[in-house]
């Protein structure tokens, strides 16, 4: 028997410390529902302790049994986890791909109906890159589990808001680097915000008009990378040179930054901007939002990384 909507108070979160994460928490958190968040480690979790509705559970979420006991007594499962680069410990295929079926197989085992997931824009079993491809997979390993379950998938753009990686990576290269090297300078983004984002995913919960659909999230503007950087270097109130790499060099320059310990961007992630980050879509209309823009919201939280912003937050921090 499926529970009805609004039999549905516990919410499992796994991936919830995380930049997206900790955005869709504190909605479910104020909307009131009773929140667990799975963590490898309660630390990376702390910052969602103090929210009344939250709970933080350490978990080893690629062991079948600690997951299937973690997720006891939850009425719906948000799956947020993902990584931009593998490792030896971490691969796509199990984050991406393996993941999403194990858990789907663990809610028809608990009669945890309603799963909502996250994967990305251009995922597909044809996509270049190994990131694209996974998510792929572990969309179509979700489908086979359709009539099972009520399951929504996400696919957004990229995500910019506070705490980001992307905006927050490029905006500390810009200050830091005389000349930005920008690979694949023409490849296009539909950057989405993470509070729209946020909002989707606590909408659809108890929304049936969202069962088994897939919605793909992006924001009201095309971007080329390198109009991308433009937007961040204003935001800054830094210019620098952009000199965009040929596909040759931005292949090369990623092969380079594999070989540092800080990741920033590997080869794999220049594959994935071998087809564009855009939406032929309108934002669903049955979230109600419009979404918003890259310039409304950016200097607000690269205003710190303004030297005017250094400035207050000095003062702030020296109570002067
Ligand atoms: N950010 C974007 O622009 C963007 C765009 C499209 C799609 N997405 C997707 O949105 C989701 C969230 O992205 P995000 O930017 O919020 O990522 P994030 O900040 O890196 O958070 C990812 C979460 O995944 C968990 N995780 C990472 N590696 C794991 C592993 N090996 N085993 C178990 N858990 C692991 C982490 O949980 P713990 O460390 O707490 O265990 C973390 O909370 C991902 O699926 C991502 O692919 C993001």
Request: positive net charge; contains cysteine.
């Given at each position: 028997?499926?529970k009805?909507?609004?039999?549905?108070?516990?919410?499992?979160?796994?991936?919830?410390?995380?930049?997206?994460?900790?955005?869709?928490?504190a909605?479910?958190?104020a909307?009131?529902?009773?929140?667990?968040?799975?963590?490898?480690?309660?630390?990376?979790?702390?910052?969602?302790?103090?929210?009344?509705?939250?709970?933080?559970?350490?978990?080893?979420?690629?062991?079948?049994?600690?997951?299937?006991?973690?997720?006891?007594?939850?009425?719906?499962?948000?799956?947020?986890?993902?990584?931009?680069?593998?490792?030896?410990?971490?691969?796509?295929?199990?984050i991406?791909?393996?993941?999403?079926?194990?858990?789907?197989?663990?809610?028809?085992?608990?009669?945890?109906?309603?799963?909502?997931?996250?994967?990305?824009?251009?995922?597909?079993?044809?996509?270049?890159?190994?990131?694209?491809?996974?998510?792929?997979?572990?969309?179509?390993?979700?489908?086979?589990?359709?009539n099972?379950?009520?399951?929504?998938?996400?696919?957004?753009s990229?995500?910019?808001?506070?705490?980001?990686?992307?905006?927050?990576l490029?905006?500390?290269?810009?200050k830091?680097?005389?000349?930005?090297?920008?690979a694949?300078?023409?490849?296009?983004?539909?950057?989405?915000?993470?509070?729209d984002?946020a909002?989707?995913?606590?909408?659809?919960?108890?929304?049936?008009?969202?069962?088994?659909?897939?919605?793909?999230?992006?924001?009201?503007?095309?971007?080329?990378?390198?109009?991308?950087?433009?937007?961040?270097?204003?935001?800054?109130?830094v210019?620098?040179?952009?000199?965009?790499?040929?596909?040759?060099?931005?292949?090369?320059?990623?092969?380079?930054?594999?070989?540092?310990?800080?990741?920033?961007?590997?080869?794999?992630?220049?594959?994935?901007?071998?087809?564009?980050?855009?939406?032929?879509?309108?934002?669903?209309?049955?979230?109600?939002?419009?979404?918003?823009?890259?310039?409304?919201?950016?200097?607000?939280?690269?205003?710190?990384?303004?030297?005017?912003?250094?400035?207050?937050?000095?003062?702030?921090?020296?109570?002067?």
């Amino acid at each position: 028997m499926f529970k009805t909507t609004d039999q549905f108070k516990e919410v499992c979160v796994l991936g919830g410390s995380g930049f997206v994460g900790s955005a869709i928490v504190a909605k479910l958190d104020a909307a009131g529902y009773s929140v667990k968040v799975l963590t490898r480690r309660r630390e990376s979790a702390k910052h969602l302790i103090l929210l009344p509705n939250v709970q933080v559970e350490e978990c080893n979420v690629a062991d079948y049994h600690s997951l299937n006991s973690a997720l006891r007594g939850a009425d719906v499962v948000i799956n947020l986890l993902g990584i931009l680069q593998q490792n030896r410990r971490s691969t796509f295929k199990a984050i991406h791909h393996q993941l999403p079926a194990q858990l789907a197989k663990i809610c028809v085992d608990l009669n945890i109906t309603r799963l909502i997931h996250m994967s990305s824009l251009q995922a597909g079993e044809n996509a270049p890159s190994q990131y694209l491809r996974s998510k792929g997979a572990g969309e179509a390993a979700l489908h086979a589990f359709q009539n099972q379950l009520n399951i929504t998938i996400f696919k957004p753009s990229v995500i910019f808001g506070r705490g980001d990686s992307f905006i927050n990576l490029f905006a500390t290269l810009i200050k830091t680097l005389p000349v930005v090297l920008l690979a694949k300078p023409d490849a296009k983004f539909q950057p989405v915000w993470v509070e729209d984002v946020a909002s989707c995913f606590v909408a659809c919960i108890p929304n049936t008009a969202t069962y088994d659909k897939t919605y793909e999230l992006a924001g009201p503007k095309v971007y080329s990378f390198r109009e991308l950087i433009k937007s961040v270097m204003n935001a800054l109130q830094v210019q620098r040179p952009i000199i965009g790499l040929n596909d040759k060099l931005s292949y090369a320059q990623a092969f380079m930054m594999e070989l540092i310990p800080v990741k920033l961007m590997s080869r794999d992630n220049v594959r994935s901007m071998e087809i564009d980050s855009v939406s032929e879509q309108s934002f669903p209309t049955v979230f109600k939002i419009t979404p918003t823009a890259l310039e409304t919201v950016i200097p607000q939280y690269l205003v710190d990384q303004t030297p005017r912003g250094a400035y207050d937050r000095f003062r702030r921090t020296a109570a002067r």
